[in-house]
């Protein structure tokens, strides 16, 4: 019981006994963190709660909060990139402190930051894959989903710390440009694709010794096949016919199917060997 010279209660044993980095997670607005605290109850018979003084300095504490005789309690609101000092002090009927348990320091974690490399990624028609670097700190988590159909994460969907996620873009059959963003630890990685043209150019060509037909510039609807005849002149033959600046051989004709780019042909003749009789 307290009397007139009640006996101060011994001073608390304080532990961190749980952190909670909520501003960890990926990419968003950094939240404030939360600790639990804990000690062991003291045995003092006038013994009658505990209050628990914090502060952002060694032993110079701006806080406190009575928490009666529970001894654990949360403290919250703790800001990224700070260091906070706590002690415990345990307090008797007669509202009679003891000094202070011994201090522990948490220090919050700063917020995670994110940076992508490269920024964004511009693709034909064709579409096509492509691969962005992602830079943050080793204990910074991170997911990529995509922002549109035609454009898909293949490879590395979520991560911990630097790493890499690997994408791919479908064909645009549509004559609009169109753009879409994959969304990489709260950063935006932006693509851009060109539409399909309506019509494309085919250009025919032939050397000395022959013909092709059509020959110039001709113009082809998009999906659309178009047929070239390639006649070699009397003593010649044909030396080679060239698509696109490629070698198909020694062809009488060539067909370019389901044209969806720009393209070139090119017929290339040689003459044949005559003997002269006496």
């Known amino acids: 019981m307290i009397g007139k010279n009640p006996v101060l209660p011994l001073p608390v044993r304080l532990l961190i006994v749980l952190v909670f980095a909520a501003l960890l997670m990926s990419g968003g607005p950094a939240k404030a963190a939360e600790i639990t605290l804990a000690w062991d109850a003291n045995a003092e018979p006038d013994l009658s709660g505990y209050k628990v003084y914090s502060g952002t300095a060694s032993r110079s504490y701006t806080g406190s909060v009575d928490v ?84 898909a994460v293949t490879a590395g969907a979520s991560g911990t710390g630097p790493g890499s996620v690997s994408f791919s873009v479908a064909a645009n059959t549509g004559s609009a440009s169109r753009t879409a963003a994959l969304t990489i630890g709260g950063q935006a990685f932006t693509v851009t694709q060109a539409g399909a043209s309506a019509s494309f150019t085919i250009s025919a060509s032939a050397g000395s010794g022959g013909t092709i037909s059509p020959s110039g510039a001709s113009t082809v609807a998009s999906g659309a096949a178009k047929t070239y005849r390639i006649t070699p002149k009397i003593g010649y033959g044909i030396s080679t016919v060239q698509v696109d600046g490629v070698s198909v051989g020694a062809v009488s004709s060539y067909t370019f199917s389901a044209v969806r780019a720009n393209h070139s042909i090119k017929a290339l003749f040689k003459k044949k060997y005559s003997w002269l009789w006496w």
């Open 68 to 151: 009666g005789n529970w001894t654990s309690c949360v403290m919250g609101g703790l800001e990224p990139g700070k260091t906070y000092f706590f002690a415990a002090k345990a307090y008797n009927a007669a509202g009679s402190e003891s000094d202070y348990s011994r201090e522990v320091a948490y220090s919050v974690p700063a917020a995670c930051s994110y940076a992508l490399s490269p920024a964004g990624q511009s693709y034909a028609a064709s579409g096509g894959t492509g691969s962005v670097s992602v830079t943050t700190a080793s204990n910074c988590g991170w997911t990529a989903a995509g922002g549109a159909s035609w454009l």
